[in-house]
């Protein structure tokens, strides 16, 4: 479900950017995003890199000021307002820690810069260390850390201001595999606890897929969709999400009406209900197909009813707990996963099949 | 194979690992060689003659006599005249030094924020000085600040009546900080280059101020910068000669002349020698616990 562009600002909302961009010179960052982030909700802004998404994550957080439109954290203009004059703090890529500070000084360096007393400074710095599991390593330089416990200091020293809205840039990049995935799941969890808005950017699908409530896709610059993880894997409304978010075969088409596509070859298929926003009957789409959705059988063992393309197997690559085909049609070639089951017949390249699908199977994107 | 055999490669093998540790450190011995041999001839032994030369006697006629050792020249250098000497020599360094530094941390601030091009063009421009002759220098010092002077016409044509800035201890100091801003603006550049500007942005997203930033984070930062680009700046400014000379018109004597004055007026070898190794002793041992300090704080 895509965000309407239009609609009214929520006050409850607590980020909410209406008509931002941003120009560099004659680049264009950020080019006209309209979201609303919900309050207590865990957020992400997934793209390729040079997508927009750590332009407009800093925007929010006032280490760029937007070039246009306006931006909004619990209902107050922020636009132009400095970083320190905001309600939101940053955990920043690769953490930005102070080296010369112990990590107890890092953690209290908030609070001592808004001159809150010492007796509460201290036992807010203790609680926030305590929160992220790094109890007895006050004194330590971040030197001294490892890359996880530098992610913690970064974490706690920017959730003891008990900000408005946590904004994390690329919080888990700097990682390797096995404890990103550590590191995943305390966020989530971490995230409950504190019930902060937490914002996030990350290029890494999966993770964005894992963590958050909704993510948001962008790409050059603009923002292609918002919905949670399943609407945006289940139902894309744009080709580069779909590609972006997991794999898909895309089948280029033309909508007849709201929920009849006829594809290049004159296949007509049914379709879940097509919104006027994505695309008008007659215009030319693609339909989104994902590899395990699509069922492989012998000729003319495709149930009656369903959806179907003839094609043969041009390739089969064996993956361990599935199989992926590529099975040639005469106008283009699809890429199925099946399970790897002793009970399911093993195609060979050759081999002449039926593909099928569940009309609820598939989404229209647009091109 | 046997434990025997074993034990014969391995001793081999050790032995084999221990010549080679050896003429690699006779490699660097060798490479380092020139310049030791330099270090010795021209600052060594002059250093031991100064040294030797300030526990001698001074005789009645005014020459040296290298006999009859005692700390006469120490002692005199307790007296009122040279503590007057050094505390002036101290107080002007130490204006040198803390001008040279607010002018120089701005700009070295504006050059590490630019782009690659204009910060080469702009670190030549700093060195550009350096190709003239330091005399030169000087006295082309002398013509801007001597009155009827460009300076001094400036002030008239505004208003603000004649200005005769030339002999006073502002020229010595006008003086010192042109000639020795380099030694204050490299470092300070290179300190100022490795800073992570996303520390700046921490700070900021954190609540601090500007002047906040800088005084918690820059500074600290780039104090390893500040600190050198001092040292190359007071040490050179206690000693100075040529400039105080020629735009304080030697009228209050600095720890340079009153060493030359020593020397060749006075005829006072012992009391030259024993000044000019205590400085000497007193700059190489603060630099000394810079370097140390420097080394655990960053």
Known sequence: ?367 | MSDATLEQSRRALGEAERQRERSERRRGFILALPSFAYMVIFFAIPLVIVLVYSFATRTSTGSTALSDWNLDAYRKLGEPIVRNVVVRSVILALITTLVCLVVAYPFAWFCATRSALTRNLLLVAVMIPFWTNFLVRNYAWRILLSAGGPISSFTEAIGLGETNILFTKTAVVIGLVYAYLPFMILPLYASIDRLDRRLVEASSDLYASGPQTFRRVVLPLTMPGVIAGSILVFVPSMGAYVTPELLGGGKETLLGSYIVTQFLTARNWPVGASLSFVLMAVMLVSTIIYFRSGGKNL
Not at chain 1, 39 to 45: R, S
Not at chain 1, 89 to 97: G, H
Not at chain 1, 107 to 117: E, I, N, P
Not at chain 1, 232 to 246: K, L
Request: charged share 25%.
């Open chain 1, 1 to 367: 479900m895509s965000e309407p562009p239009g609609s009214d600002l929520n006050p409850a909302a607590a980020v909410s950017l209406r008509g931002i961009s941003k120009f560099f010179d004659d680049v264009t960052a950020v080019d006209h995003v309209d979201l609303e982030i919900g309050d207590g909700e865990f957020f992400a802004l997934l793209g390729p890199s040079g997508c927009g998404k750590t332009t407009t994550l800093r925007m929010i957080g006032g280490l760029e000021i937007p070039s246009e439109g306006s931006l909004r954290i619990f209902g107050d203009e922020v636009g132009p307002l400095p970083p320190n004059k905001r309600p939101v703090n940053t955990v920043f890529q690769n953490y930005a820690l102070f080296p010369h500070m112990s990590v107890a000084d890092n953690v209290a360096f908030g609070l001592r810069m808004r001159k809150v007393d010492r007796a509460e400074t201290a036992s807010r710095v203790a609680q926030a260390i305590s929160l992220v599991r790094m109890a007895g390593m006050e004194n330590r330089r971040p030197a001294q850390l490892s890359g996880g416990q530098q992610q913690r200091v970064a974490l706690a020293r920017a959730l003891v201001n008990r900000p408005k809205v946590l904004l994390l840039d690329e919080p888990l990049a700097a990682l390797d595999l096995k404890l990103r995935q550590e590191m995943q799941f305390e966020l989530k969890q971490l995230q409950r606890e504190v019930g902060i808005t937490f914002v996030f950017v990350t290029h890494d699908q999966e993770e964005a897929l894992a963590l958050s409530d909704r993510i948001g896709v962008m790409n050059e610059g603009r923002l292609l969709q918002v919905g949670t993880p399943e609407e945006m894997y289940d139902a894309p409304v744009d080709r580069f999400v779909a590609d972006f978010i997991g794999r898909s075969n895309f089948l280029a088409g033309t909508l007849e009406d709201v929920s009849t596509v006829c594809l290049a070859n004159g296949t007509r298929i049914r379709v879940p209900a097509v919104d006027a926003e994505i695309a008008a009957p007659g215009s030319t789409i693609q339909v989104s197909l994902r590899p395990e959705r699509v069922m492989i059988a012998e000729e003319s063992a495709a149930p009656e009813g369903a959806a179907s393309l003839s094609g043969r197997v041009s390739a089969v690559t064996f993956l361990g707990n599935s199989i992926v085909y590529h099975v040639g049609l005469d106008w283009m070639t699809v890429e199925v996963e099946a399970d790897h089951r002793p009970d399911l017949r093993r195609h060979a390249v050759g081999d002449d099949v039926v593909l099928w699908w569940r009309d609820d199977a598939i989404a229209v994107v647009r091109p």
